[in-house]
């Protein structure tokens, strides 16, 4: 690819530091919270782009003189905020094609139906592509019992929030008094509406896309938790997520999908594509899935713009499927400049 001006948009809280030394002084913690922004800036530089990290926070002044003064060819979004908002995310991106200026990743209406969990549920469920059963209890609304459409056991998420944001153990609920309370921990604590669905008890795999009309679906990713407590539901918590101290005590491993039969191979690759057309994706996501014990698929959420840094489970998958973690920053720009 021919060298580029790029300008990589993110937190502004989260602009790793320009000088090596400076990276080594990081403690493990501080170094994981600025990785992604770390790997993607170095690479598109080891790669030959001219780089400029930018961050923002809750004003767009500083990307319009950004644009103006080193007038890129292209925006790489790592952003997933703004004001605190992450359904804000969409307008940034908006407003990048208002000013025509190229940017990576997924579209504004793809974001916008993305990251709202019960609307993608709808879409999809109407195009007959199997979701958990649920139930949305907006911020401010008690739930005292069950929905009478859901069984227990159920599981309470932030209907908008990503990354685990509220996620535990103690989101998989038996009881009425234990789903209220979970309800009101997802308002309270979380600040956001609550989505309430079915439980499935099974394998919880990830299925990367690459592509806007013509599509690569990556190898099929697992989540496995080896040291488990046998009453514990395996779900990706915040701890699995984001704890490296829980990650090794526990076992944690996001790797390729071992002794999955060929038809739900293909049936995941099938599925993971219709969907991303049908909820308007572009450039790059990952498709999050439930494998109940009868080797059904159940789409649990999409995942547009996710983690990309190295070593990070879609670069990982990129990797198994023959394209570098280098190669991968360049066929996503490429993605954004051609559309």
């Known amino acids: 690819m ?24 990081l403690s493990e913690a501080e170094f994981l919270e600025v990785k992604t922004e770390y790997d993607v800036v170095t690479g598109l530089g080891e790669l030959g782009h001219e780089v400029r990290p930018l961050g923002l926070i ?9 644009i103006a003064d080193f007038q890129p060819h292209i925006v790489f979004n790592l952003l997933e905020e703004f004001r605190g908002e992450p359904m804000l995310d969409q307008n940034v991106v908006s407003f990048l094609e208002l000013v025509q200026v190229p940017y990576t990743g997924c579209n504004p ?22 979701c958990p059963r ?9 739930l005292k019992r069950k929905p009478a459409q859901l069984e227990y056991p159920l599981i309470v998420k932030s209907q908008v929030e990503e990354a685990s944001a509220g996620i535990s153990e103690a989101s998989v609920v038996s009881s009425d008094d234990k789903l209220a309370e ?38 099929v ?15 990706a918590t915040r701890s699995v997520k984001w704890d490296p101290k829980y990650q090794k005590r526990r076992g944690v491993k996001i790797g390729p999908a071992e002794d999955l ?47 990309i840094g190295y070593g990070e489970e879609f670069a ?19 993605l954004g400049l051609r559309r």
Not at 2 to 25: C, G, Q, T, Y
Not at 199 to 204: A, L, S
Not at 316 to 334: D, F, K, V
């Open 261 to 307: 039969p060929q038809e739900v191979v293909r049936r995941l690759v099938h599925v993971t594509k219709r969907l991303y057309r049908v909820l308007g994706l572009s450039g790059y996501a990952r498709v999050d899935f439930r494998l109940d014990k009868d080797n059904r698929p159940y789409f649990l959420e999409a995942n547009p713009n996710p983690d």
């Open 109 to 130: 209406r793809g974001l916008m139906i993305a990251r709202d969990k019960a609307l993608s549920k709808k879409i999809l469920h109407y195009h007959r592509i199997p």
């Open 221 to 235: 990713w697992e989540l496995q938790i080896k040291n488990l407590r046998s009453d514990a539901p395996k779900i």
């Open 58 to 66: 809750d004003d767009l002044t500083p990307l319009r003189r950004a």
């Open 316 to 334: 990982e998958a990129a990797e198994a499927a023959g394209i570098e973690y280098e190669p991968l920053l360049n066929r996503i720009l490429s």
């Open 182 to 219: 979970r309800v009101a921990f997802m308002h309270d604590k979380v600040g956001t509406s609550a989505i309430v669905e079915q439980y499935i008890d099974g394998r919880e795999l990830y299925m990367g896309v690459l592509g806007d009309r013509r599509l690569q679906v990556l190898p």
């Open 134 to 142: 649920f139930h949305v209890v907006p911020k401010g609304r008690k």
């Open 2 to 25: 021919r060298k580029r001006r790029v300008l990589v948009l993110m937190h502004a809280d989260l602009i790793p530091p320009e000088d090596p030394a400076e990276i080594e002084k």
